[in-house]
């Protein structure tokens, strides 16, 4: 059953029994409609140990109201958890107790396959208010909701709360919205400072701890195991946190899943001195099949709007249609193959596995004796490994301008190791290390191209040498030349840039003691 997704901005507000609503025509509104006061009816769901609340994510059962239906509330990024993507499915999707299918699967990588149950439910008897615009557009919606918890850890419970819910046309003009919040404080309503009605429900004042608590500062007299957790911390938090977008397929998700899996295993490789063996392998060899299997789907897209793009360049003496139908016949039915593996991918024991096991590592990182030495101390000569290993290879690409694409690609995944090496001691060493990872990006970047360009060619061959047709191939064989020239062009700019970037002044750090 297809979803329905609306984003929420709100503002809450507490109130006690004594309140009155002010009028809310001085906010500016050109009108103020007032429906019905409807009873509302909803279940809560989550883990038994509440890992959708710790992600601040909200699953519930509504009856009552015009969105009567399933719910499922999901931050929208950042600790503001006062704007969120609701999830909507009517209320035929699963009867009270049954969380359909299709919320399941956009949750499980955050309950990790542990069950869902009911576990409170209340009852909110709510006056709106909808603040309009001349035309009669939504501002916004205030709601007066008067709320007893009937079922959960805070059985009998009784409040009063308000809402301010954004509308569309609040973003046009905002100042009434704002004005509207002023009157409510200035009639006697607390702003912040409670939890939302799932998480009163189950008896808590505030969101559980996160599953993976927040990375600590660290300083250059510390251990480097405490460098080491920072870094598994933060991108075992970045990997969690793409998970359900993945899975609703949204813009970038899966590219930033992957960035986060690649600094994880290339941290757990570059401080392979400090961490147990064993346990970093199993991680890296985990993380990299989810990552290649999650990014199939991307790279084939990737690849498609490459080439399509190039296409369009061409001159329009060529049959660029004939072009376009080759390349999109053959590369859609492998991206169609590409996201069903990746489907399936995320919903198997393999893959649940691989997320208990990193949120156990984000705990408790398996480190060595020798992590107890100070950062200042152990992780520059980690730092520098990575480094030398690509000047000894990037030294011998002014010599490969006309070489195999190979050599190319294999000084682009060191100088990347080196990037996430330098990027994973920014917590550490500040800005000195940040310049060094500046400059290491603008190379990995520079051969990211090369590879893509290089793919591109590789991947238009082969379909020259189907049956494309005449007209087709010609097209297709102007494409190919146009990737090789790119490649050649990229070339030419690294032997100019990498001087610059090999200038000791970005590396001095790494000779320090502190």
């Not at 959960?152 to 009434?176: F, M, N, V």
């Not at 392998?281 to 490459?306: I, K």
């Not at 190979?406 to 100088?415: G, L, P, S, V």
């Not at 090496?421 to 990995?444: H, K, W, Y």
Request: glycine share 8%.
């Amino acid at each position: 059953m297809a979803t329905v997704t609306v984003r929420e901005r709100e503002r809450k507000l507490a109130a006690d029994a004594a309140f009155r609503m002010p009028d809310l025509m001085l906010s500016g509104a050109a009108g103020l409609d007032k429906p019905g006061t409807l009873r509302l009816s909803a279940t809560y769901y989550d883990t038994e140990d509440l890992r959708l609340a710790a992600a601040g994510v909200t699953l519930r059962r509504r009856t009552g109201g015009a969105d009567s239906g399933w719910h499922l509330k999901l931050p929208v990024g950042g600790a503001d958890r006062s704007e969120r993507d609701e999830v909507q499915l009517p209320l035929s999707a699963g009867r009270e107790g049954e969380v359909p299918a299709e919320l399941v699967d956009l949750t499980l990588g955050l309950t990790r396959g542990a069950p869902l149950h009911a576990l409170a439910a209340m009852r909110t008897r709510r006056t709106p208010y909808r603040l309009l615009t001349r035309d009669g557009r939504l501002l916004a919606e205030v709601v007066d909701d008067r709320v007893t918890v009937t079922q959960g850890p805070a059985e009998g419970l009784a409040y009063r709360e308000l809402e301010i819910e954004e509308g569309p046309a609040c973003e046009a003009d905002p100042r009434p919205v704002a004005h509207a919040f002023d009157l409510l404080v200035e009639a006697g309503a607390r702003p912040g400072g409670f939890a939302a009605k799932g998480l009163r429900a189950l008896g808590l004042t505030n969101a559980p701890d996160p599953v993976v608590p927040e990375p600590q500062d660290c300083s250059r007299s510390d251990p480097a195991g405490d460098a080491v957790t920072a870094h598994v911390r933060t991108h075992v938090r970045a990997l969690l946190a793409q998970d359900p977008r993945v899975r609703r397929e949204l813009p970038d998700a899966v590219h930033q899943f992957r960035v986060a899996a690649r600094r994880l295993r290339s941290g757990l490789q570059t401080f392979a001195p400090l961490v147990d063996d064993e346990w970093a392998r199993f991680l890296r060899g985990e993380l990299g099949w989810a990552a290649g299997v999650l990014g199939a789907a991307r790279d084939r897209e990737v690849l498609e709007r490459r080439l399509l793009n190039g296409i369009r360049a061409l001159p329009p003496d060529l049959d660029r249609a004939a072009g376009y139908v080759v390349v999109q016949e053959n590369l859609e039915a492998g991206l169609a193959e590409a996201l069903a593996d990746a489907r399936v991918a995320m919903r198997s024991d393999r893959y649940l596995a691989l997320l208990d096991a990193l949120v156990d590592a984000a705990h408790r990182p398996r480190l060595t004796a020798l992590a107890d030495e100070p950062s200042r101390t152990a992780l520059p000569p980690l730092v520098d490994r990575r480094w030398q290993k690509l000047a000894a290879e990037a030294d011998l690409l002014p010599d490969e301008l006309d070489g195999h694409d190979e050599h190319w690609h294999q000084t682009r995944i060191t100088a990347k190791k080196a990037r996430y090496a330098a990027e994973a001691s920014v917590p550490v060493f500040g800005e000195r290390a940040r310049r060094l990872a500046e400059q290491l990006e603008s190379v990995t970047e520079l051969l990211g191209e090369h590879q893509d360009c290089a793919i591109a060619a590789d991947t238009v061959h082969g379909l020259v040498t189907r049956d494309t047709g005449p007209q087709a191939a010609f097209t297709l064989g102007a494409l190919y030349a146009q990737q090789r020239q790119r490649v050649a062009e990229v070339r030419r700019e690294f032997v100019e840039v990498w001087p610059s970037i090999r200038a000791p002044r970005w590396r001095r750090w790494l000779e320090t003691k502190g």
